[in-house]
């Protein structure tokens, strides 16, 4: 029983080697040859405990993001390409699509497979290479007055420049120079805890504010974002990441392109807030057994007295018709704060954006140590302080408060939301984890991939050919496939190429160095 087992030193070793453990099998038909040959995909995993391979290269991109647009220089260019002849035959199309639906719609036929197949053409809109939707928005945004809180104190404002790049500073000899910040903030105290972060005393934490904290965390970021502009008087840049805290509390730690004075971030910091105008969760109306019931016409029905409940827009329009209403929860930043003051090219700004990704591979939930009796009941009663906390206009907990959630469908029952939010390893936060600004660095991530796959491929003395897009034709092939081989073979195999590689990238490199090397793996 002490002896490993094959399987599993298996799987160490293609960790070792940087080869996906989940891999993806995909069958790939050429349309050119008629060659049919199934492929294995990397499963593209943040998290280092489902995929390590997959989260470490995950990681690596993202910091080479970080790096690339921290201390620009220059403006970034973001002036979209021209579209193809395909992609303009592919919009006439779909204006041809529309009218078909609109007089179909006006005659009083059924347009259901018209309405699929505009669904189809806006997939391969955008399989085609554009982004967005033809239409746009749809839909009118709901918008409540912007007037200040009185007691949000006033921050100053600069007249926008067409900017991304911070101020340039001489020093006494000449030198000129860009710095740029590196700034943590935090969410308030909710009581005292631990150095473990649990609560100093369970009963007095504030459970419910720290919930409806971490549930609208991702808004509060957006509002500091949008006065650190006004501030600066230039368009800021930024590349964050949210990690928990001990106490279990998202936190976010950006890099900024620019500089500002530590006096006026503070100030920033301490002026930011956001409203949540929501219908109140003060008084439960429904639980237990006493739940509503659904109907087809109608919507969900109170079960006593079949009187249909508010839907979520009138929900709204109730509160906006009340000049009296107060926001159902206002979120603001803690004193705690940090700024720091980064150059480019220091050992400072690598500790930064080591720092930056630290978390990027580990879940939230992670931050709980399992071994921990007080963590583990801080996380149960956080938990359940976010079970019937509504986390989106769409969320089933809505009924319990006497009001159909937006999109409301049979089935929904409080407290078993399948939002983000509610699961237990998110703690609440249900937004992204990284937040990269959109004049960053002027690339996206796949961009970003293929700077190294072009770096490797050139590295190996292969050509990067552009591939005809529509050459191929993919599908997924099922687990269960008799002609996809188990799961230890493609393993050994992707090994083995991996292998093949290194030994290749290892006599380059000895070459380079006017070395001789030995082409076995003995040698390597």
């Known amino acids: 029983m002490a002896q490993p087992l094959a399987r599993e030193v298996v799987e160490e070793i293609a960790k070792q080697y940087g080869v996906c453990i989940r891999p993806i099998a995909l069958r790939r038909l050429d349309t050119y040859t008629g060659k049919v040959e199934t492929i294995d995909v990397p499963c593209g995993a943040t998290l280092e405990s489902k995929c390590p391979p997959c989260a470490k290269r995950t990681r690596q991109l993202r910091m080479a993001q970080c790096r690339e647009g921290w201390h620009l220089d220059h403006e970034p260019v973001n002036t979209p390409d021209e579209a193809d002849t395909y992609q303009r035959y592919l919009v006439e199309l779909r204006a041809d699509a529309q009218a078909w639906r609109n007089q179909a719609e006006k005659a009083g036929e059924d347009t259901?497979?018209?309405?699929?197949?505009?669904?189809?053409?806006?997939?391969?809109?955008?399989?085609?290479?554009?982004?967005?939707?033809?239409?746009?928005?749809?839909?009118?945004?709901?918008?409540?007055?912007?007037?200040?809180?009185?007691?949000?104190?006033?921050?100053?404002?600069?007249?926008?420049?067409?900017?991304?790049?911070?101020?340039?500073?001489?020093?006494?000899?000449?030198?000129?120079?860009?710095?740029?910040?590196?700034?943590?903030?935090t969410l308030p105290s909710y009581g005292r805890v631990r150095k473990n972060g649990a609560p100093v005393d369970p009963n007095t934490y504030d459970y419910a504010r720290a919930a409806r904290d971490a549930l609208h965390f991702s808004k509060l970021v957006d509002r500091f974002v949008q006065n650190l502009r006004r501030v600066a008087g230039f368009d800021v840049q930024y590349f964050a990441s949210v990690e928990p805290q001990k106490r279990l509390a998202p936190h976010l730690h950006m890099a900024v392109r620019g500089h500002l004075p530590r006096a006026e971030i503070k100030q920033i910091a301490a002026a930011t807030y956001h409203q949540v105008w929501w219908p109140s969760v003060d008084r439960v109306v429904f639980e237990g057994d006493h739940l509503p019931v659904w109907d087809d016409g109608a919507g969900y029905l109170d079960p006593a007295t079949g009187e249909v409940l508010p839907t979520w827009d009138e929900a709204l329009d109730e509160l906006d018709q009340d000049d009296?209403?107060?926001?159902?929860?206002?979120?603001?930043?803690?004193?705690?704060?940090?700024?720091?003051?980064?150059?480019?090219?220091?050992?400072?700004a690598d500790t930064c954006i080591r720092y930056l990704s630290k978390y990027l591979t580990k879940s939230i939930g992670d931050a709980i140590d399992p071994d921990d009796s007080a963590q583990r009941e801080h996380a149960e009663r956080l938990g359940n302080a976010l079970r019937y906390e509504p986390c989106s206009p769409t969320c089933p907990n809505w009924l319990r408060y006497?009001?159909?959630?937006?999109?409301?469908?049979?089935?929904?029952?409080?407290?078993?939301?399948?939002?983000k939010a509610h699961k237990p390893e998110h703690l609440g936060y249900a937004g992204r984890r990284v937040l990269v600004s959109r004049k960053w660095s002027n690339k996206t991530l796949t961009e970003h991939k293929q700077d190294r796959?072009?770096?490797?491929?050139?590295?190996?003395?292969?050509?990067?050919?552009?591939?005809?897009?529509?050459?191929?034709?993919?599908?997924?092939?099922?687990?269960?496939?008799?002609?996809?081989?188990?799961?230890?073979?493609?393993?050994?195999?992707?090994?083995?190429?991996?292998?093949?590689?290194?030994?290749?990238?290892?006599?380059?490199?000895?070459?380079?160095?006017?070395?001789?090397?030995?082409?076995?793996?003995?040698?390597?």
């Not at 967005?132 to 749809?138: I, K, N, P, Q, Y």
């Not at 009296?324 to 400072?348: C, I, K, N, R």
């Not at 006497?402 to 939002?419: F, L, N, S, T, Y």
């Open 112 to 185: 259901t497979d018209l309405d699929k197949a505009i669904g189809d053409l806006d997939d391969e809109i955008n399989r085609a290479g554009m982004r967005g939707t033809v239409l746009g928005r749809t839909t009118g945004k709901r918008s409540r007055s912007t007037r200040r809180r009185q007691d949000a104190p006033d921050l100053p404002k600069r007249t926008m420049t067409n900017t991304t790049l911070g101020k340039t500073f001489t020093s006494s000899n000449g030198k000129t120079f860009r710095p740029s910040m590196f700034i943590t903030l």
């Open 453 to 524: 796959r072009t770096w490797v491929l050139e590295a190996l003395g292969l050509p990067d050919e552009p591939v005809d897009p529509h050459r191929y034709v993919w599908r997924p092939v099922k687990p269960g496939d008799p002609g996809l081989d188990p799961i230890g073979v493609r393993l050994l195999r992707s090994v083995h190429e991996r292998q093949r590689w290194r030994n290749h990238m290892n006599q380059l490199q000895a070459q380079a160095e006017g070395q001789e090397l030995s082409a076995t793996p003995e040698a390597a």
């Open 402 to 419: 006497g009001v159909q959630p937006k999109g409301a469908k049979p089935g929904m029952i409080p407290g078993r939301c399948r939002g």
């Open 324 to 348: 009296e209403a107060e926001p159902l929860h206002v979120l603001t930043f803690g004193p705690q704060l940090d700024v720091q003051g980064v150059l480019a090219g220091t050992t400072d």
